[in-house]
């Protein structure tokens, strides 16, 4: 067989767009695609959730490849060891509660499962806005080429809907910093504003992440180091279970709030 160089640019053209227009309605739409918002895509797709993630990077893994100052290795509590067992990550004990396993093959192992499980990840996409209704709840995302924002080209932006919206940004908690600047201080926070993470303190951390899980907006749910940066909670470093298990619950949340959404 001769290779056509026309035919590689069809195939490619062709299989982007139809997978790129599947994404235009959607149940859930993810920004961010670390390691809370890969497994939080992995648990809804396993629900049989339409699941969508849009990544800014060209490549995916957020916080997660650099391990601990770029030791690439993480570490895990015992329930975060039970999530990474899932997704068929080799982990080595430590010592008791503390296991380690290796950044690259934790983070190449969740994108493969949450792709595998039917969730759709675009990267170098950025969520540049959030798309609302009359009533101020969020409906999609507004996307465009993280290329053009880069270039500062003048061009506009494309929407999607979405049913819920997760912001899944980390440290930078770029969807809800969105929603202050065009909505108002009206998160679901003590000052309806991003209140910023607190210095290190990993166990406080950890524990707050998950109860920070949640809607902190309508139709908008935050989860990993952006749960913990929007209520104003302390980062904790290269312990990364909390990651897992925030991700785990806000698809569980989510989930349960999908049953209740009323699509317009
Ligand atoms: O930062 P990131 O890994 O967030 P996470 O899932 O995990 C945090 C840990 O990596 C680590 C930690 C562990 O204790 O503290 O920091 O909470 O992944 C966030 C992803 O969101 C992307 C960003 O490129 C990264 O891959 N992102 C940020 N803003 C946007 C975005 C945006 N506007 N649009 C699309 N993607």
């Given at each position: 067989?001769?290779?056509?160089?026309?035919?590689?640019?069809?195939?490619?053209?062709?299989?982007?767009?139809?997978?790129?227009?599947?994404?235009?309605?959607?149940?859930?739409?993810?920004?961010?695609?670390?390691?809370?918002?890969m497994?939080?895509?992995?648990?809804?797709?396993?629900?049989?959730?339409?699941?969508?993630?849009?990544?800014?990077?060209?490549?995916?893994?957020?916080?997660?490849?650099?391990?601990?100052?770029?030791?690439?290795?993480?570490?895990?509590?015992?329930?975060?060891?039970?999530?990474?067992?899932?997704?068929?990550?080799?982990?080595?004990?430590?010592?008791?509660?503390?296991?380690?396993?290796?950044?690259?093959?934790?983070?190449?192992?969740?994108?493969?499962?949450c792709?595998?499980?039917?969730?759709?990840?675009?990267?170098?996409?950025?969520v540049?806005?959030?798309?609302?209704?009359?009533?101020?709840?969020i409906?999609?995302?507004?996307?465009?080429?993280?290329?053009?924002?880069?270039?500062?080209?003048?061009?506009d932006?494309?929407?999607?809907?979405?049913?819920?919206?997760?912001?899944a940004?980390?440290h930078?908690?770029?969807?809800?910093r969105?929603?202050?600047?065009?909505?108002?201080?009206?998160?679901?926070?003590?000052?309806?504003?991003?209140m910023?993470?607190?210095?290190?303190?990993?166990?406080?951390?950890?524990k707050?992440?998950?109860?920070?899980?949640?809607?902190?907006?309508?139709g908008?749910?935050v989860?990993g180091?952006?749960?913990?940066?929007?209520?104003?909670?302390?980062?904790?470093?290269?312990?990364?279970?909390?990651?897992?298990?925030?991700?785990?619950?806000a698809?569980?949340?989510?989930?349960?709030?999908?049953?209740?959404?009323?699509v317009?």
């Amino acid at each position: 067989m001769k290779i056509d160089e026309i035919t590689i640019s069809r195939a490619i053209i062709e299989s982007f767009t139809k997978e790129f227009l599947g994404a235009l309605d959607v149940d859930v739409a993810i920004a961010g695609a670390g390691p809370s918002g890969m497994t939080a895509a992995y648990y809804l797709a396993e629900a049989g959730i339409k699941t969508v993630i849009f990544e800014k990077n060209l490549r995916v893994g957020g916080g997660m490849p650099g391990g601990g100052m770029m030791f690439n290795r993480i570490v895990v509590q015992e329930e975060g060891k039970r999530i990474l067992d899932e997704f068929d990550v080799r982990t080595t004990k430590y010592q008791k509660g503390y296991y380690v396993a290796d950044s690259l093959e934790t983070i190449s192992s969740i994108c493969t499962k949450c792709i595998k499980a039917g969730a759709k990840i675009f990267n170098l996409i950025s969520v540049e806005d959030v798309m609302i209704d009359e009533a101020d709840r969020i409906t999609g995302l507004v996307l465009n080429w993280t290329a053009t924002s880069m270039a500062k080209l003048h061009v506009d932006p494309l929407a999607i809907r979405a049913k819920m919206v997760i912001d899944a940004t980390g440290h930078e908690t770029e969807i809800c910093r969105i929603v202050v600047r065009k909505i108002g201080p009206k998160l679901k926070t003590k000052t309806g504003e991003v209140m910023g993470e607190k210095s290190m303190l990993a166990d406080a951390g950890e524990k707050a992440l998950i109860k920070n899980t949640r809607e902190v907006y309508p139709g908008l749910l935050v989860t990993g180091m952006a749960a913990n940066a929007v209520f104003g909670s302390p980062r904790m470093g290269a312990i990364f279970g909390g990651m897992l298990l925030s991700g785990k619950k806000a698809a569980e949340v989510t989930i349960g709030m999908l049953k209740k959404v009323r699509v317009s």
